[in-house]
């Protein structure tokens, strides 16, 4: 009898045992069911149509971005809306209600409303545009990311909530925003950067001549990414003659009329004093100018707002200043490899230039007493006010530059222009750069100027050798030009080439 109350006490442990496997497989299996749920419910959200993302959007934008809403601004208003009304003079349009001039109207910062990234009910925050949007795509990389984590690592993974989106080419990060022309920069810290409640406002000043073809291209680089241009032109060369102001005439009759709305123009209309003696006072003048006045004419501006100032020929690539934008953590001031060529894209250089070219608005005004040329200059340590500022940032500032020597970030088109706009230049150029090749009449030659583009060749009679360059490479010329070949073939081959 003992016996046999024994043996059915084990037979009930055995079933005890037996249920608690069985539980544990329910539970264990469950959770599995669970983690595949949930990697589709992210599949479903990144790969959802644009009205599901819509929602998505307006879910983010309430909840996770904490936007205000519905401020009114009526100057913002009027300003968003410029670009439908088509007049004839500008000076009658209206962004601003007390009717100033082009050149006295104030620019109303605000910020970006677009929503960049992507908050997944998994936890993740995608950068969209970084981001593999098709569902097998993300879905293969999905399993091979979990496939690549230890158990370990995916415990903590499940405990911080941190999910990675699935990047699409040329992103990185744990959110996808990310370029490569940061990700193999001189960044220090990259691990540390973090996307932004809200984005910053990017300011983009420039002077400009005749430049058109590359301002255009400017434009649709950058337009999306940038939230005003401030132009400035003179009505003064370089050299002190009179010019005309041939960017208000096509600001005037519609030719900008596809980003008027982000341009603050600037006039510029004296000479400074000394200037037609020693150029480079000119050269000088032109960015202070620039800067001080387009500065002041901003409403709304943040201490962290990026202050981005090129030449007319220097184009920085949308992706890098987008990541100024987006992301906290990186350091300033910040350089930008360019591309460097001469008279088109087709006369490509060795290298890369490297300007420093932005900051935030906050050492613009602290360390370079607002003024852009000494952005520009790379002794930003000597300045007075570097060390105050440093101090004030809690950390070393340390300049660092977009892009690499074999990673451009931008273009930098040295006497991009048909031959007419390099005549042009010549005469126009400043008095300080010596020699000044406008000084000498077959240097101005038309025949001696198509043959430079021609031959590559410079005016003091040399010609540098040119590593290959092809239309199709990577980062050969400004998407837009590319886009519209017909149009800018001046620039992406060389006009002359078949020419004896
Ligand atoms: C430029 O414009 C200013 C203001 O209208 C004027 O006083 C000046 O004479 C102009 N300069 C030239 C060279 O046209
Ligand atoms: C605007 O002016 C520019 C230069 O003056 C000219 O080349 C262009 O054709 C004009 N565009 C229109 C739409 O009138
Ligand atoms: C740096 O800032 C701290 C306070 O944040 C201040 O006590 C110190 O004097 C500052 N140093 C310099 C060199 O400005």
């Not at 480079?280 to 709304?300: A, Q």
Request: glycine residues 6%.
């Amino acid at each position: 009898m003992g016996r046999s109350y024994l043996a059915v006490r084990m037979r009930i442990r055995r079933h005890k045992v037996f249920l608690l496997c069985l539980l544990g497989i329910c539970v264990i299996s469950f959770l599995h069911y669970y983690k595949a749920l949930h990697n589709i419910l992210l599949l479903q959200e990144l790969s959802a149509p644009s009205t599901h993302l819509k929602s998505l959007k307006i879910l983010i934008n309430d909840i996770f971005w904490n936007f205000p809403t519905a401020d009114f601004h009526p100057q913002q208003d009027l300003h968003k809306h410029s670009h439908l009304k088509v007049s004839v003079d500008l000076d009658v349009i209206l962004p601003d209600p007390s009717d100033r001039k082009i050149h006295e109207r104030t620019f109303v910062l605000r910020d970006d409303p677009s929503v960049f990234f992507i908050h997944t009910k998994s936890g993740a925050v995608c950068f969209g545009e970084g981001t593999d949007m098709t569902a097998s795509a993300s879905h293969r990389r999905l399993l091979q990311h979990h496939r690549e984590i230890s158990p370990k690592d995916k415990a903590i993974n499940a405990d911080k909530k941190v999910v990675q989106c699935p990047c699409r080419q040329g992103w990185h990060g744990p959110h996808c925003g990310i370029p490569t022309i940061v990700y193999h920069s001189n960044l220090p810290f990259k691990s540390k950067v973090t996307p932004r409640k809200v984005p910053r406002r990017v300011i983009n000043a420039i002077n400009i001549n005749h430049e058109f073809d590359l301002l255009h291209a400017r434009f649709h680089e950058l337009g999306d990414v940038v939230d005003v241009f401030l132009v400035c032109e003179s009505n003064f060369t370089a050299y002190g003659e009179s010019r005309a102001l041939l960017f208000r005439e096509q600001i005037v009759n519609g030719t900008f009329d596809y980003i008027k709305h982000k341009i603050l123009y600037i006039f510029l209309d004296h000479f400074p004093d000394g200037g037609r003696a020693d150029g480079w006072i000119v050269d000088d003048y032109l960015r202070t100018y620039l800067t001080k006045n387009g500065m002041s004419r901003l409403e709304g501006l943040k201490a962290d707002d990026v202050f981005l100032i090129n030449d007319a020929d220097e184009i920085p690539a949308r992706d890098g200043i987008l990541f100024l934008k987006l992301y906290d953590g990186w350091r300033e001031p910040v350089g930008i490899h360019m591309r460097k060529s001469l008279y088109g894209f087709y006369w490509r250089q060795f290298g890369t230039l490297n300007v420093l070219s932005a900051c935030t608005a906050a050492m613009l005004f602290k360390v370079y007493k607002g003024d852009g040329i000494y952005l520009r200059r790379r002794s930003y340590y000597s300045m007075s006010g570097f060390r105050e500022y440093e101090n004030s940032t809690g950390r070393i500032l340390m300049p660092w530059a977009i892009g690499s020597p074999v990673h451009y970030a931008g273009w930098h088109c040295s006497w991009c222009f048909k031959p007419e706009g390099i005549y042009y230049k010549l005469i126009s150029a400043q008095n300080g750069d010596f020699p000044r090749w406008g000084d000498y009449s077959e240097k101005r030659k038309m025949s001696y100027i198509k043959k430079l583009i021609q031959t590559g060749g410079w005016f003091d009679g040399s010609a540098p050798k040119y590593p290959p360059s092809n239309p199709k490479e990577h980062m050969y010329a400004p998407k837009f030009l590319l886009d519209n070949y017909e149009k800018y073939r001046h620039l992406l081959e060389n006009p002359y080439a078949t020419e004896k």
